[in-house]
């Protein structure tokens, strides 16, 4: 199992900027990607992700806007939101897909809002 703690979300004006932060600790090393996601009305809506050799994919509603990017020797992801828009406005999600012998699964971390106001 891999724990995950968000940091730095708040309130940020729209066309702002935002960095998100999480930190993974317990079986890091069995981790295979991590990611950011939204709730969306019954799952979990993947906004970015990266992988081990970090390759990287997001949804279309933030490309070119948000980048994902990570630290490993910090065991930390980050999410840099640029222009953000009103439609961004969520709880975030940090999630850490993990593969240990023979069970494989994805942990979330508690959240963390993101508010977009002027």
Same mark, same amino acid.
């Given at each position: 199992q891999v724990q995950l703690v968000?940091?730095?979300?708040?309130?940020v004006q729209p066309g702002g900027s935002l960095r998100l932060s999480c930190v993974a600790s317990g079986y890091t090393s069995s981790i295979t990607a991590m990611g950011w996601y939204r709730k969306a009305p019954g *799952? %979990?809506?993947p906004v970015a992700v990266i992988d081990k050799r970090g390759g990287t994919k997001y949804s279309d509603s933030v490309k070119g806007r948000f980048t994902v990017f990570r630290d490993d020797a910090k065991n930390t992801v980050y999410l840099q939101m640029n222009n953000v828009k009103?439609?961004?406005?969520a709880v975030y999600?940090?999630?850490? *897909? %993990?593969h240990w012998n023979d069970e494989?699964?994805?942990n979330y971390g508690q959240g963390t809002q993101v508010t977009v106001s002027s």
């Open positions: 968000e940091s730095g979300g708040g309130l *799952d %979990y809506e009103r439609d961004d406005a999600y940090c999630a850490a *897909d %993990y494989v699964g994805r």
